[in-house]
T-cell receptor
């Protein structure tokens, strides 16, 4: 089955700097890669996603890149702000044909943005 | 409502008690997933519904765990004879068919004492 590895487990940056979180996956059939932000005591919140037919996607300060050959995808946050502090999870799934699309998550990255 | 709603938010159960956790998905969402999140870990898949049909229960850790979605909307996750290792946050997510854009509820934190 699918296995998702996520690095680093913790990341501390200064406000205004960029943050990068990297994930690798094992199943070449995976074709959907969302990123979730989870604040303390809350459920995961979808912040951006990418499908396997796209190499990069941007949404304001957030971008995700995908390298299908290397089975590697990354989250980039620019101009970080204290409110970006949270735990970030990458995930992978396949959702074509009859596949149901349940997500396989990484172990998470705790991002701290220091003012 | 606009989002996925779960109740209760917190549940403390004595070991051996049965518990029932409720999920109200986003209206019209065909797919419903339950996940278990241990402290400091990512969510792990438990079970999947497409409308009222439970198509995958491969992630349920034991036969003490049971889930239903009888009318294809609200779902209940039931845990019988709770054990300490069942302590976790139970998350419900709903999405359109095939699981893209899955939206999560706030979760139910279960503590078994």
């Amino acid at each position: 089955g699918e296995n998702v590895e996520q690095h680093p487990s913790t990341l501390s940056v200064q406000e205004g700097d960029s943050a990068v979180i990297k994930c690798t996956y094992s199943d070449s059939a995976s074709n959907y890669f969302p990123w979730y932000k989870q604040e303390l005591g809350k459920g995961p919140q979808l912040i951006i996603d990418i499908r396997s037919n796209v190499g990069e996607k941007k949404d304001q300060r957030i971008a995700v890149t995908l390298n299908k050959t290397a089975k590697h995808f990354s989250l980039h946050i620019t101009e970080t702000q204290p409110e970006d502090s949270a735990v970030y999870f990458c995930a992978a799934s396949s959702n074509y044909g009859g596949s149901q699309g349940n997500l396989i998550f990484g172990k998470g990255t705790k991002l701290s943005v220091k003012p | 409502g606009a989002g996925v709603s779960q109740s209760p938010r917190y549940k403390v159960a004595k070991r051996g008690q049965d518990v029932a956790l409720r999920c109200d998905p986003i209206s019209g969402h065909v797919s419903l997933f339950w996940y278990q999140q241990a402290l400091g870990q990512g969510p792990e898949f438990l079970t999947y519904f497409q409308n009222e049909a439970q198509l995958d229960k491969s992630g349920l850790p034991s036969d003490r765990f049971f889930a239903e979605r009888p009318e294809g909307s609200v779902s209940t996750l039931k845990i019988q004879r709770t054990q300490q290792e069942d302590s976790a946050v139970y998350l419900c997510a709903s999405s359109s068919l095939h699981g893209t854009d899955a939206f999560f509820g706030q979760g139910t934190r279960l503590t078994v004492v």
